[in-house]
């Protein structure tokens, strides 16, 4: 407009600049009118304002001040009251449950120090330079590990823009001097009203159930205080508590924070709760095979006596007789004996066969009665390859409808793995140990892309060389229980002799079997014999 411009002239020029001006102003005060309502005053209460955690999966680890800080800069955008507990006096316990009891009432997260906070840090150049600090953090970064405890509880209290501070334990004179402008009291009856955040519903925190340290405690009390949901886990593995799994189920978080450094790295543990969440469990409980169970297996083929003690006997009578030898071993064991088939999936051959194999791959189909009746029934399923001259890979891959159920493993059988000119029976077999890793990588990828609880893997061996450069065995994989099963025949002694040389051999990491024969041993053990074994067998095959 500037034709209006130049006729207004200078006097109203100034009266237009005036009035825009205070427009301006007016707006401004609006605004912030509008922002102050949304972080922290409602109504004229306050109210705390809630975030979700930047990242999916966070572990907090280290001294109790810095878990603490780290829950409340992760689950608080901003805080118009906090607390404060000081566990540098006889009085820590108390301290710490009057400081969790006024989070809880207050909606407000929960800091900690130990000792006293130095004087000449609030203000000047150092109270300066932590507000710096502070202001500078961006979104659920946790502050920087060089502070102090002390600073710690300053830089978060700044950065959540506090006005009120509750101080439990500490000298409230001595706080003051270190928070200019924030309101200190020492008596919780004189918190202000606040206003419940928005709940963080889908924001779960992990704990161990045997931690009662001041870090998780305060960072408890913060979660709560949040609406986030505290689920404790026995151990630092929520695969291997069946009620954290049920929670998990049930919660289905979009991120998790947990508190300690044994749940980690972030990364193992964002797998961990990934299988954990979909609430799907092994027989006799869990997502984790080995040591929480015990599997006892019958081993064979449907239908064909001479291959096994499984194939003696149609289907139901099957059942019934593992379920019986299970029951002979659960006294025996501290945890869960889980009746087993060991089902001979592809069969060594004399004969070269259509494909030149010598080996006899089972159709799905007619695995798939056996695997859902013991499925059915409670049971875990082995599918056992005796791959002749082919590819163990190729072979694995044949059952891959089956593997991708949550209680059907794999085994290997060495003994029947032939090189070119070889033919079964002639010979002891063996393969190498990248053709097993091979199998073993391809499982864990499978394993990870449903989201299923661990997958078994057995390697037969009764002779060293039956797996050449087997201390290069991948045992790296979270989602693989590897056992290595001794499958030698004869007296006990000789059976125990080499149950010593397989397990002396074997590479660090891995579980052990342990093969009954009906007909090839002098005489069959009993299961307490059996159990007697060191390390006891985690697998026990009939055949």
Request: one cysteine or more; glycine letters at 10%.
């Amino acid at each position: 407009m500037p034709w209006i411009w130049r006729t207004i002239g200078a006097a109203g020029r100034v009266a237009l600049i005036g009035s825009a001006l205070a427009l301006a102003l007016a707006a401004a005060a609006t605004s912030c009118a509008i922002t102050a309502g949304q972080d922290g005053l409602a109504g004229g209460v306050m109210t705390e304002v809630t975030r979700p955690p930047a990242t999916t999966t966070t572990v907090l680890a280290g001294r109790p001040a810095a878990v603490a800080a780290g829950a409340a800069s992760r689950l608080f955008a901003s805080a118009a009251v906090v607390i404060l507990a000081n566990l540098a006096n006889a009085r820590n316990k108390a301290a710490l449950a009057v400081a969790a009891a006024s989070a809880g009432r207050a909606h407000a997260p929960l800091l900690l120090v130990s000792g006293g906070m130095p004087a000449g840090h609030g203000s000047g150049a150092g109270g300066a330079a932590v507000r710096a600090r502070a202001a500078s953090r961006t979104p659920g970064q946790r502050p920087a590990p060089m502070l102090s405890a002390a600073e710690l509880v300053r830089t978060e209290v700044h950065a959540l823009a506090a006005r009120e501070v509750l101080d439990v334990g500490m000298s409230a004179g001595g706080l003051a001097a270190e928070l200019p402008g924030i309101s200190v009291i020492t008596d919780p009856a004189k918190l202000p009203a606040t206003g419940a955040p928005k709940p963080l519903r889908h924001v779960v925190i992990l704990v161990r159930r045997q931690d009662r340290s001041a870090g998780t405690e305060a960072a408890t009390a913060t979660a709560r205080a949040a609406g986030a949901q505290v689920i404790t886990v026995n151990g630092n593995d929520p695969r291997t508590d069946p009620a954290a799994i049920t929670a998990l189920s049930a919660a289905r978080p979009q991120q998790v924070l947990a508190v300690g450094a044994g749940f980690g790295p972030a990364r193992l543990l964002a797998s961990r709760v990934a299988v954990a969440a979909t609430g799907v469990q092994l027989p006799g409980g869990g997502q984790v095979l080995f040591p929480m169970h015990r599997l006892l297996a019958l081993y064979g083929y449907p239908g064909t006596p001479a291959l096994g003690a499984l194939g003696q006997q149609g289907l139901t009578d099957a059942i019934a007789r593992i379920r019986r030898i299970a029951a002979a071993y659960q006294p025996l064991s501290s945890v869960p004996v889980v009746p087993t088939f060991e089902i001979i999936a592809t069969v060594a051959q004399a004969s070269p066969g259509p494909d030149g194999t010598y080996s006899s791959a089972s159709a799905v189909s007619s695995l798939r009665p056996w695997v859902k009746r013991a499925t059915a029934s409670g049971m875990y399923v082995v599918l056992d390859l005796q791959p002749g001259r082919a590819s163990l890979l190729a072979q694995a891959r044949r059952y891959r409808q089956l593997l991708r159920l949550p209680n059907v493993g794999l085994a290997l059988d060495p003994e029947w793995k032939l090189r070119p000119g070889q033919r079964p029976l002639r010979q002891i077999g063996h393969v190498g140990i990248n053709e097993v890793n091979g199998v073993i990588s391809w499982l864990a990828r499978l394993t990870a892309q449903y989201h299923l609880p661990q997958k078994l893997v057995v390697l037969h061996q009764f002779r060293l060389s039956m797996i050449t450069g087997e201390q290069r065995l991948d045992i790296g994989h979270d989602n693989i229980a590897i056992v290595i099963h001794m499958d030698g025949q004869g007296t006990p002694a000789e059976k125990l002799q080499t149950w010593n040389a397989v397990v002396h051999n074997a590479p660090p990491g891995v579980f052990f079997g342990w093969k009954n024969f009906y007909d090839k041993d002098h005489p069959t053990l009993s299961p307490l014999q059996t159990m007697a074994s060191t390390p006891a067998p985690v697998m026990i095959s009939y055949q």
